[in-house]
């Protein structure tokens, strides 16, 4: 099954596989031939005296070993390109998929475990490939000795391959615990990772609290965790190679006593004997070889297993439902007794209702962990709502095509993710194939001409990792330029301009009006002032809606709304 998996990415390389195989049977012949030889070398040569053979001997040993080194060649180069070639191929297909899986999915999963799937997993698997030609080969060598063994005597080789089954049981038990400690070690690696990830990305927190040593004691912890694991497994690849030629002893030494009475008996000639016991040593590198390499395998096959963990969940409904195209204009939005929960917890949203026309501008307002930022990220699907329905142009937002749908709206969050890029390509991915001078423009808008110009390469600054490079505001306001550019019908502030003083926020507050014109826009916003003149104001109290109107009205009606404006304004 896993293995069907794994050839799918090795299919195109057919041709190269079958080549390799070729090399490979090719090598196993040549090395039962070699066997094949020492008859003439005793019998003829020592014991006849043969000249003739003498002369064509050593031309034949010569031959056979260019033959087996031509066919290594081959094998080796041929499986190495076919192994990272496909492997290269896995880890984007793994890309291309997890980056299309929900939000929830990466809430749930690590993105250090999601690194160590991506990297350290599929390297894991990479090998996988030489190692099942290896398997191929020394199966082929082995085979072909034993034919040969058979052939010569096989009441002898009978004797020398009893003690194969022996085998069998700790083989089959070795795999099982390597695969074992494998998936153990490859978790920790995750575990790993993540303590990376978190000490790195939060170094200031870590900095502020001088917290230092408790992440070094983390690291540490998962560091020995994989230790242990790690040393298990290798404890067991050591024991493989012995017990095998422990195991092969047994057949020799059967050889030796049985065979050797034989000559004694004159049953046989010393040549026979000694081609038989040639053959039957040179079982012993396949053999001890069989054993290790299918500890790769299962080292690999762990691997596989966690890799293929996150290629098969299917990802959920919202990344993939429907299939309409959402075209402009938009016309309404409207969310109808919406519900949802994140994951099986308790409900966030627990019966929203409201429309907004093209061109409205609707509020939300409420205390922290109302829910408001939570209703912005139903409208995108970032998430699926468990009941009710969301609708545009009358249509469920699930029978759009997900792309087409985000496609039509701009987001400025609470936090700003800025790229590891130039401050143009970061406005940009607003509109990826804007001009240079539509991003200046929008640029222009967002009032963030004036501290880009002053950048030491201006536009073409790179902002450092997370754009740590930047204030709050002036990441803020780039992050309104990459809304400006977007242009799209659809426009959602979530606190678009807390990170910005009273002044600067005046001045993009001009540019954001402009900006919603002939737009459908949600705001959220913490400062009343800035909302004062939506279409709508939405008032959430943990999930439910409140109260619905104009500023004028909700203040008339001296609710919760209008105890709000009492605090900021200090009168109405
Ligand atoms: N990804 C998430 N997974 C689980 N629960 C979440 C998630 N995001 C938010 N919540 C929870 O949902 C509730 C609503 O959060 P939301 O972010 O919508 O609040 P908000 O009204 O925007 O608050 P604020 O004004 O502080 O931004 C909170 O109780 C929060 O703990
Ligand atoms: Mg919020």
Redesign the pocket.
Known sequence: MLFRRVLKYFKPHKWAIILAMLCTVLVGLVSAAMAKVVKPVIDDVFINHDGEMLKILPFVVIGLFILKGLGRFGQQALMVKVGEVSIMEMRNDLMGRIQHRE??FF?ANNTGSLMTRMLSDVSLMQNSVSYVVDFIRYTVTMLGLTVVMFQKDWRLALVASLSLPLAMYPMRRISALIKKYTRRTQERIGGISKVLVEAFTGIEVVKAFGTEDREKKKFREQSLKVLYHTLKRSRLNSATAPIMELLASFGIAAIIWYGGNNVINGVITPGDFFEFLTALLMMGEPVRMIGSVNNKIQQASAAAERVFEVIDETPAPCETEGDKELHPPVEEVRFEDVHFS??T?EE?IRGVSFVARRGEMVAFV??????????LKLLPRFYSITAGAIKINGIDIREYDVKSLRSQIAIVN?STFLFDDTVLSNIALGRPEATREEVIAAATAANALRFISELPNGFDTVIGERGDTLSGGQKQRIAIARAILRNAPILML??ATSALDSESEKEIQSALTLLMEGRTTFV?A?RLSTIRHADRIVF?KK?LVTEVGKHQELVARDGDYARLCRIQFGEV
Do not use: F, P
């Open positions: 939000l929830s809430e994140y994951n917890r966030v409420g205390e922290s962990g109302a829910g408001k930022s939570t209703i609470q979530d606190e959220i913490h959430l999930g």
